[in-house]
């Protein structure tokens, strides 16, 4: 069982930096891949960029470049360090994880989920 807890969400301007943080609390000893997914409203949830406990990470194409995912293996904390922020990253952003093999960008695979944090980027 893992619980999990964003923050950092705000609103910026276009070409602004955010970093969202997330949590993770269980009471195992799993290794969890972690991950970021967002919804924009209307549409799908989609992954953002994922990290694996070994700090092996993968992105979406829509964010190479701008954002950079990163994990405190002794805070239990991932970050996503977010800059050159455009209107279209508005989104509620989740964190998840689980402790399977496979660290994707797979709404599926995950097990566990944050509540959100609202990103909002103004043009």
């Known amino acids: 069982q893992a619980h999990l807890e964003e923050s950092g969400g705000g609103s910026v301007q276009s070409g602004g930096a955010l970093r969202l943080s997330c949590v993770l609390s269980?009471?195992?000893?799993?290794?969890?891949?972690m991950a970021w997914f967002r919804q924009a409203p209307g549409k799908e949830r989609e992954g953002v960029a994922s990290i694996d406990f070994d700090g092996s990470s993968k992105y979406d194409d829509s964010v190479k470049g701008r954002f950079t995912i990163s994990l405190d293996n002794v805070k239990s904390t991932m970050y996503l360090q977010m800059r050159g922020l455009k209107p279209e990253d508005t989104a509620m952003y989740y964190c998840a994880a689980h402790s399977h093999w496979s660290c994707g960008l797979g709404e599926n695979d995950y097990d566990y989920w944050g509540q959100g944090t609202q990103v909002t980027v103004s043009s």
């Open positions: 269980t009471s195992t000893s799993s290794s969890y891949c």
